[in-house]
């Protein structure tokens, strides 16, 4: 295991939109950040084809250029890039280490913008079939199913708010429920129950997604109690299961809520000093593409100002401004 002198300024798990607006703050702050990702870097995004709602492209962006516009971007203010399965975080002993395979990284400030991952169903083709008709955000993707058919997996909140955004799209919004009650809160369950545009499936699961060569063509639906199972037609699928935060490496060291969210406060400070949270990792609420990246912008923000508050250490490898020459010479 190495863990060598340096001690960067300030560390960022993840490169979805909070963790790369982050770098760009702390990059233009001289934070000289180190970014961590895994090996699908990008995080959400990269999975749904066009962005129409990141403000400042009229057109829409591709989730992939967006977020390598946004790393070329943080690139160009020194935020350097590790890619790596991070196994252990240790946030008890400053400088905070992070372990990436064989290499302990330490850090001044640590910013957590691992985000959440979308529950699926666990089907074989779900995940081969994201962007060709399977779709695990109402808000990006509905636009594409104008005048189509769709149907929407789940009980919750996030099912019954995507089966009504739905309807302005598509001629026929479909709700397959695992139960014959819905999860949802009163207010939004009503608000699809009383859409003439949104029919209910109750007591049913989706057994298959069917698709051909172009994408999805329809989905096999289970009865659960009766175990008959029907064919639906359908254009698009969207899975609203809920999320999964990505917060199992802070377990025990950070304040969550019931469901692994990072709870924060003041903006994105965590229960740990000099640890900040952006993103969908503490966010069950909006998770957009947006809100992320201002988060993340409030996250560096913070973080400088806790680097700032530091008292002077000569002893530290890694002073303001000086790390980004010896990140590199690093290797
Ligand atoms: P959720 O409340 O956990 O609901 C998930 C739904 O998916 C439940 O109905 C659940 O069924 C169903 N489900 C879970 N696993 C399944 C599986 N393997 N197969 C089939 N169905 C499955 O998740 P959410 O709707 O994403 O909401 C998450 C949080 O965000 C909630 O606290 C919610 O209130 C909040 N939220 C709020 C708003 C708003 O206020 N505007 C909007 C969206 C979300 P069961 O009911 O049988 O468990």
Redesign the pocket.
């Known amino acids: 295991m190495t863990d060598n002198n340096l001690i960067y300024e300030t560390v960022i798990l993840g490169s979805g939109p909070a963790g790369l607006t982050a770098a760009i703050y702390a990059g233009r702050s001289r934070c000289c950040p180190l970014v961590i990702h895994g090996h699908q870097p990008g995080g959400q995004l990269t999975t749904t084809t066009q962005i129409d709602n990141f403000p400042g492209f009229p057109q829409g962006i591709d989730g992939n250029e967006l977020m390598e516009n946004m790393r070329l971007q943080a690139e160009r203010f020194g935020a350097n890039f590790v890619t790596g399965n991070v196994t252990r975080v240790d946030l008890r002993e400053r400088p905070f280490r992070i372990y990436v395979d064989d290499h302990a990284y330490r850090c001044l400030t640590l910013i957590v913008a691992t985000g959440a991952s979308p ?4 089907l074989g083709n779900e995940e081969s079939l994201y962007g060709r008709g399977v779709s695990v955000c109402a808000t990006c993707d509905g636009f594409f199913y104008r005048d189509k058919q769709v149907v929407v ?9 995507e089966a009504v955004f739905l309807t302005r799209f598509a001629s026929k919004v479909t709700v ?4 014959d ?5 009163p207010v ?1 369950a009503e608000r699809a129950l009383s859409n003439r545009q949104v029919d209910f499936h109750w007591d049913s ?2 057994s298959e997604i069917i698709a051909d060569a172009s994408g999805v063509t329809g989905v096999r639906i289970k009865d659960v109690k009766s175990d008959e199972e029907t064919e639906l037609a359908c254009d698009g699928v969207f899975i ?4 999964q935060p990505n917060t199992q490496l802070f377990e025990g060291q950070l304040e969550m809520d019931t ?1 692994g969210y990072i709870q924060t406060r003041n903006g994105t400070e965590t229960s740990m000093r000099g640890v900040m949270a952006a993103g969908d990792v503490q966010d ?2 909006f ?1 957009q593409a947006v809100t992320a990246a201002g988060s993340g912008c409030m996250a560096a923000i913070q973080a400088e100002r806790y680097l700032d508050d530091l008292p002077y250490d000569p002893n530290l490898s890694c002073q303001k401004g000086v790390c980004r020459e010896a990140g590199k010479s690093e290797g």
């Open positions: 529950k699926l169903l666990g997996v789940g009980g919750g909140d996030t099912a019954m708010e397959v429920h695992r139960r009650s819905l999860r949802a809160t939004l699961a989706v609203a299961i809920g999320h469901e069950p609420q998770r």
